[in-house]
């Protein structure tokens, strides 16, 4: 049976909007596997395409995020429609509208942090508890571009490891990205309880930068 075409829903902000539910559903099976109840990859090709939105951009990942996805490259139906409902958006040009608000809302920090955490969970395979190094290097820079001053070196420094980024890291890199000063110097290796692999940046990381800095005074 069909929900009724209209219904009043509580968007995000608290207030209330008119939803149709119908087009909603009608525009979920528009993108959706014909045999199955969710849009996959190719599905999600084509919604990122009709958004105007390049699926390798950080748009695409809040999306997902607002959506409260939890599989990569899948939304589910009850995802997508309580998603659109929770945006106000029930069609294409409404999705549109409401898509740079969204990103907007990454330049508060809790919702950044939220964010973040989303990101390592929603990207690392669901049968494990750490993201694949290989898929945390394409990661880093997707949505610590411009957050961290040294992303550059982190993603030199990573290439090569073998371990996987465990969820402890991956939540300390962003501390260290917002706390520790560009020189470093206000890393306290010793008392700071900070991972490891943080450890070992630090030391790879202190003489480029002492380096870079050389230069420039010259």
């Known amino acids: 049976m069909r929900r009724n075409s209209n219904r009043l829903s509580r968007s995000q902000d608290g207030s209330r909007n008119h939803v149709n539910l119908t087009a909603i559903d009608d525009l979920f099976n528009r993108f959706k596997e014909a045999a199955e109840e969710k849009i996959e990859a190719e599905g999600m090709q084509a919604l990122f395409e009709a958004l105007d939105v390049d699926p390798l951009d950080i748009t695409s990942l809040v999306f997902a995020w607002k959506l409260r996805a939890k599989t990569p490259f899948e939304f589910s139906r009850s995802e997508f429609v309580d998603g659109c409902v929770n945006l106000g958006a029930d069609s294409l040009e409404k999705l549109k509208a409401v898509l740079p608000s969204l990103k907007e809302s990454l330049n508060n920090d809790d919702d950044f942090?939220?964010?973040?955490?989303?990101?390592?969970?929603?990207?690392?395979?669901?049968?494990?508890?750490?993201l694949p190094i290989e898929v945390a290097r394409q990661l880093f820079p997707l949505i610590l571009g411009g957050r961290f001053a040294h992303i550059d070196l982190w993603i030199e420094f990573l290439e090569g490891k073998?371990?996987?980024?465990?969820?402890?890291?991956?939540?300390?890199?962003?501390?260290?990205?917002?706390?520790?000063?560009?020189?470093?110097?206000?890393?306290?290796?010793?008392?700071?309880?900070?991972?490891?692999?943080?450890?070992?940046?630090?030391?790879?990381?202190?003489p480029r930068i002492a380096q870079d800095k050389d230069r420039m005074d010259e």
């Open 113 to 130: 942090r939220s964010f973040y955490m989303f990101a390592f969970d929603y990207n690392k395979p669901i049968e494990q508890r750490s």
């Open 162 to 206: 073998k371990h996987a980024i465990s969820r402890d890291t991956y939540s300390l890199l962003l501390d260290f990205a917002r706390n520790i000063d560009y020189d470093l110097k206000n890393f306290d290796e010793e008392n700071g309880a900070w991972p490891v692999l943080l450890d070992e940046f630090v030391d790879f990381a202190k």
